[in-house]
């Protein structure tokens, strides 16, 4: 079979991914690491089905970061950037100019040329998008202060890719040494073109796709959707990327730069959501592919060739970024257990240094072997990334306690002896803590977001800023005196630990706990909690009222069944909770339900034909009982 085959190539990296993924997620490493497995066991080192050319790889790679750049300028929303701003760019620029020139001094001290180690240091700088927010997306961090202050690091480095772009033909040598990198940006359209001409033709591309983002995408996906053709809309988001990646690569820039760009300009778009959730899949695929391409481009002939010096560079490279980064965390008062999880995530080379390293030889201004050698420093630290995130997450968070001091800001002095204590001021505690305020019920309230509870005290509300499972605050707010404490904090990790606290050292605290949902619902229910509350059952139950209220039913009988139907739900709840086997468990929730069903039919048959009879009768009026609600 011709392995150059489209089709076959196509097999082999879904077939790569779908044995190797799965394999990987079951042995908790993550997904990328098993799309960097498959990458190396489908490659040149291993079975070879793939990347015997090196070349064809790279196209999946580059056009999975263009889905990604797309994805990423979509979400850049004027709000998060100016509420991140900070971050951005405080600790990412000091980031990106700390670690480049930490890195070009060092490269100098091997005696490579200084217009080569400013080359090199600005490209190692840069982390690896993809990979870490996936990772921390997979792991729910994403909202914790390390998640956000990566988050705005990563986003600092993706733009500044640009500039890096611009000023890397300033370091260039005027020779290229690798003339085959340069036919491509030759054939295009500013093949023939002077330097002066080149620059005016990169800005009216860079300005064409600003103002047709403003003035032509927009009524062009209004006319799209209007058809109400699913895929049509679909099909012009896909063009709308290729085509600007086609664009870019005839003006001689990165095709993600430009969709990037894209994005960005479409972030106030009223079809931000539908682009995305059209793109997503096709995103999540070509990542996919991109690490597949990481995985199978890791040159181990140049590896065993020596494999102290590249890994002794990845092991001086990783270490040397986490210093700087733990050092920036501290500056930006994370906690320890934060900044070490910042640190670690970010320690690693991003897959931007694959186009860079390709554009610095195409320049002249890195050699062959350097970017060789680079070129598999980067992936190894890539590879090494999944592992060292779970080394953290097994051995070193366990023992990394939030210390007083080392918080982004030290808790507030409370002073306040009220029988309610709200831990967690988000949307759920903040409908809970309004209801109660309203009927001057007095309340003490937690919250550990520093911009929320600033927000929340303009808004009126006494909130006091500190981390609620922390025993000695709660003793401040009253804990000791108070009659019970509403859970509402995040993650659901979060208030797993605070009940435990509070069994220790409060256990005459009545609790009631926010659960997300059912299988949240079953892990409060297995730390002893009785009064547990899930976040959508109520309002499901009231919209379900609705609806058949609509369709004709009597009020005080769609209630009754409402209410008959969150009775049993709860009951069966209580039992599914102690039950640990997967297959027992689903094959007793399908008992179950059935069962429910069972009896809410004959229930609603029974009522149904006694209301009808009292009616006649005139001796019993309706009753009207009230909606069933949060």
């Known amino acids: ?282 995103k999540g695929l070509l990542l996919g592919l991109f690490f597949i391409a990481v995985g199978a481009s890791i040159n181990f002939e140049l590896i065993f060739k020596d494999p102290l010096h590249i890994l002794g560079i990845v092991a001086l490279l990783m270490v040397g970024k986490a210093i700087v980064l733990f050092t920036l965390g501290k500056v930006s008062r994370l906690r320890k257990d934060q900044n070490t999880l910042f640190a670690l995530s970010l320690s690693q080379v991003g897959e931007f240094a694959f186009v860079l390293f390709s554009f610095t030889r195409q320049e002249g201004i890195l050699s062959n072997e350097i970017v060789d050698t680079m070129m598999a420093v980067v992936a190894i630290s890539m590879a090494l990334t999944p592992l060292i995130m779970l080394i953290n997450d097994k051995l070193l968070q366990p023992h990394l306690k939030p210390v007083p001091g080392i918080a982004e800001k030290e808790p507030d002095v409370i002073n306040e002896d009220n029988p309610v204590i709200i831990a967690g001021f988000g949307h759920f505690g903040n409908t809970v803590g309004r209801f109660l305020r309203a009927h001057n019920i007095g309340t003490t309230i937690l919250d550990v977001d520093s911009e929320r509870v600033e927000n929340l005290r303009r808004l009126g509300f006494k909130v006091h800023y500190g981390d609620a499972s922390r025993h000695d605050l709660l003793a401040a707010a009253g804990a000791n005196t108070a009659k019970m404490i509403v859970i509402s904090l995040e993650p659901s990790e979060k208030r797993l630990e605070m009940i435990e606290t509070i069994k220790k050292h409060f256990p005459n605290l009545r609790m009631f706990v926010r659960a997300e949902n059912r299988y949240d619902a079953y892990k409060l229910m297995n730390a002893g909690m009785l009064h547990v509350y899930r976040e959508t059952i109520d309002t499901s139950i009231r919209m379900g009222v609705d609806v058949m209220k609509t369709l004709g039913l009597k009020h005080y009988t769609a209630v009754r069944a409402a209410r008959k139907f969150f009775e049993l739900d709860e009951a069966n709840l209580k039992k599914l909770a102690a039950i640990n086997d997967n297959e027992v468990y689903i094959e007793t929730a399908r008992t179950y339900m059935e069962e429910l069903e069972k009896m809410l039919r004959a229930d609603m048959e029974q009522k149904t034909v006694t209301r009808i009879n009292t009616n006649k009768s005139g001796e019993l009026e309706e009753e009207t009982g009230t909606v069933f609600s949060a």
């Open 1 to 282: 079979m011709d392995q150059h085959n489209f089709l076959f190539q196509a097999m082999i990296y879904l077939g790569a991914s779908v044995i190797m993924v799965p394999i990987s997620k079951k042995l908790g490493l993550g997904s990328v690491l098993g799309y960097l497995l498959a990458g190396i066991v489908i490659g040149p080192a291993a079975l070879g089905f793939i990347g015997t050319e090196g070349e064809d790889i790279m196209h999946f790679a580059e056009f999975g970061v263009v889905m990604m750049l797309f994805i990423i300028g979509l979400e850049l929303e004027p709000r998060l950037l100016w509420r991140l701003r900070k971050s951005i760019l405080g600790t990412g620029g000091l980031q990106v100019v700390l670690t480049a020139g930490l890195a070009g001094a060092f490269s100098m001290a091997f005696d490579i040329p200084w217009k080569a180690a400013i080359a090199l240091g600005l490209v190692l700088s840069l982390s690896s998008t993809a990979i870490v927010l996936q990772t921390l997306d997979e792991k729910g961090l994403m909202k914790s202060a390390a998640g956000q202050t990566a988050f705005s690091v990563l986003l600092f480095q993706d733009i500044a890719v640009i500039p890096m772009l611009a000023f890397f033909p300033l370091l260039s040598s005027g020779q290229s040494e690798h003339d085959h990198y340069l036919e491509h940006v030759n054939s295009g359209l500013v093949a023939d073109l002077p330097g002066w001409a080149h620059a005016l033709v990169v800005l009216a591309s860079v300005s064409l796709i600003i103002v047709a983002g403003r003035f032509l995408i927009r009524p062009l996906f209004r006319i799209i959707a209007a058809t109400g053709i699913r895929e049509i809309f679909t099909a012009t988001a896909l063009l709308l990327v290729v085509g600007i990646a086609v664009l870019m690569t005839q003006v001689g820039l990165s095709p993600a730069l430009g969709t990037f760009l894209a994005g960005v300009v479409l972030a106030n778009s009223e079809y931000k959501h539908e682009l995305e959730s059209d793109i997503e899949p096709f």
